[in-house]
């Protein structure tokens, strides 16, 4: 007969083996990692980040059923050092790619920087990428040379052709490192890489999974497929989102049809921030919309920017069971920072070279405080800006939503910028002149970090 007195130790020791059986936080059954990576997506361009017209339904869910973040950055607000940064966790100018690569240019990311897909198959996951990868278009460097075992989308950017670019090289669909289409049809780029995301995930259970899925909208120029033209109260940029939208719940139905939704983390966020401020080379023929409507909603600036509309993007995670379902965290925290949290997350080798990235997982399951204190606004090879957790300084040209990186000549006045991020995320009110010391503190650190990493500042 059972002794009563052991009952309590037996159902204890019951429910222990009951919760190690699930998939969880460090025992053996890493998680899938699905990394959805949009292209130019503003911080205002979804219904949950409050769109008026433009319907994401499956995006709205997954904030529902997840995190939704509204201080979250990118480590730049252009296309190449932001991805540079979130595939070595370091700030661009540290892993070599300060600035966009172009269809000509030679090399890419170094050779001796591990990328995430890198870290994660030397623990035995399977990695594909699809979509824009502009991190190399060279034998080398390629996805498939950098750690990706499969690999479907273009090099680089979908406006790399003539009449916006000046290039000989013509814009491929690539299969692994081979060209598959010569004129590539970008009406069917987005449903192509999702179909692809959904074959991989079908067929690749044996071990845990890494899929970068990278889609090439809403870059300009915009394309979406005949099932979505026309179909957006938001116009043609809002039938793009929508379109990503679709496949955002079409990724979802997959794992959960599969059974893998409890053990995948699945992440959605955007390389910088809306291309509002085009050259006058994206004016010069149809399909480009001359309206693009790409929105950092109520955020100053636009893609390459140091105001936040460049850097501050939409960042939603779900992972059932882990991340507790409706939270918005306006805690501070990047995308070097979910390269640093997926290396914990799935017993990653650490890093070779040191991380500017920190664990931010018990933000996420635990809504605990953003480990991280500070966060630097790189322009290219300048240190344009510094936030700590309440304070931005900023040195820089005004560089108004209207003015692009491309089109800044160097010559336009510098200014110094205070803005209380806390009260002031808008950048509304410049404040340097009541609080010198705050401006002092943050020159200084500017100046500090400036030296480390071989910045320029323009002060
Ligand atoms: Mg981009």
């Given at each position: ?10 159902l204890l020791f019951a429910s222990i083996s009951l919760i190690h059986a699930q998939p969880a936080i460090g025992d053996n059954t890493p998680p899938n990692i699905v ?277 501050r993007v939409p960042a939603l995670l779900r992972w059932p069971g882990q991340i507790p379902a409706a939270q918005v965290s306006p805690e501070m925290c990047t995308s ?124």
């Amino acid at each position: 007969m059972l002794n009563n007195k052991l009952l309590p130790f037996i159902l204890l020791f019951a429910s222990i083996s009951l919760i190690h059986a699930q998939p969880a936080i460090g025992d053996n059954t890493p998680p899938n990692i699905v990394l959805i990576f949009i292209d130019d997506l503003g911080y205002g361009d979804l219904g949950c980040y409050g769109h008026p017209t433009i319907r994401t339904p499956h995006l709205d869910q997954m904030a529902r059923e997840g995190i939704k973040l509204t201080s979250f950055y990118v480590a730049a607000s252009v296309c190449t050092p932001s991805r540079a940064a979130l595939m070595t966790g370091r700030y661009p100018l540290k892993a070599g790619l300060p600035g966009n690569l172009g269809p000509d240019s030679e090399g890419g990311l170094p050779q001796d920087e591990r990328t995430l897909a890198e870290a994660l198959k030397e623990v035995g996951y399977r990695t594909a990428a699809y979509g824009k990868w502009h991190l190399g278009a060279v034998p080398g460097y390629m996805p498939t040379d950098r750690g990706f075992d499969e690999y479907l989308g273009l090099l680089y950017s979908n406006d790399m052709m003539p009449p916006w670019v000046n290039t000989e090289r013509p814009l491929q669909l690539y299969r692994n490192d081979q060209p598959i289409e010569q004129e590539v049809d970008q009406t069917t780029l987005t449903q192509q890489y999702t179909d692809a995301a959904i074959g991989f995930i079908q067929s690749n259970q044996q071990k845990p999974f890494f899929i970068y899925l990278a889609h090439s909208m809403p870059h300009l120029p915009i394309y979406a497929s005949s099932d979505f033209q026309g179909r957006s109260a938001g116009g043609d940029y809002g039938d793009v989102i929508e379109e990503i939208d679709s496949s955002v719940g079409q990724i979802a139905e997959v794992l959960e049809a599969e059974g893998l939704a409890e053990n995948t983390l699945t992440i959605f966020t955007s390389d910088n921030g809306p291309w509002r401020n085009m050259p006058e080379r994206m004016y010069t023929t149809d399909p480009v919309e001359q309206w693009h409507g790409g929105s950092t909603g109520p955020l100053a600036g636009a893609k390459g920017t140091s105001y936040e509309g460049g850097f501050r993007v939409p960042a939603l995670l779900r992972w059932p069971g882990q991340i507790p379902a409706a939270q918005v965290s306006p805690e501070m925290c990047t995308s070097m920072d979910l390269h640093a949290t997926i290396l914990n997350l799935t017993g990653a080798k650490s890093a070779p070279k040191t991380l500017d990235g920190v664990d931010i997982l018990p933000l996420l399951t635990q809504q605990a405080e953003s480990p991280r204190d500070d966060f630097y606004y790189f322009s290219g090879e300048y240190l344009d800006a510094v936030r700590d957790n309440r304070w931005k300084l900023r040195i820089a040209a005004k560089a108004d939503d209207w003015i692009s990186h491309e089109t800044i000549t160097g010559d336009e006045p510098i200014i110094t910028e205070l803005f209380d991020l806390r009260n002031d995320p808008f950048e509304q009110f410049n404040l340097g002149q009541h609080y010198p010391e705050h401006v002092s503190r943050l020159l200084m650190k500017m100046r500090q970090f400036a030296e480390e990493v071989g910045a320029k500042l323009r002060e």
